[in-house]
């Protein structure tokens, strides 16, 4: 199944050009801190840091507006209400 998102810049991204799978923020998180690929109830696609030590909602949105897990993604500092994430491929040889 391929998924499409709008990223910030306008342009279109498909989940079929990276090498995960889309995993909802409901059912699972990252299993340590790291940068994932996130995607928005708006269809907005980012890279976001995750931080199972803290919580980053600093708007005061709560866990229902953010989900079981968005909270602890610095996305949600800025407003966004996370539905999914993706690990990110490995950086290329040089």
């Not at 708007?59 to 539905?83: A, E």
Request: net charge positive; with cysteine; aromatic share 12%.
């Amino acid at each position: 199944m391929t998924s499409d998102f709008q990223s910030e810049s306008g342009g279109v991204v498909s989940s079929t050009v990276w090498l995960g799978a889309w995993v909802d923020v409901n059912e699972r998180r990252p299993e340590k801190m790291c940068h994932v690929l996130c995607a928005t109830d708006s269809g907005y696609v980012d890279v976001s840091f995750y931080d199972p030590t803290a919580k980053l909602d600093e708007l005061k949105l709560g866990r229902k507006y953010c989900g079981k897990w968005g909270r602890y993604f610095d996305l949600c500092k800025r407003g966004y209400k996370i539905t999914h994430w993706m690990t990110l491929p490995k950086a290329p040889n040089s």
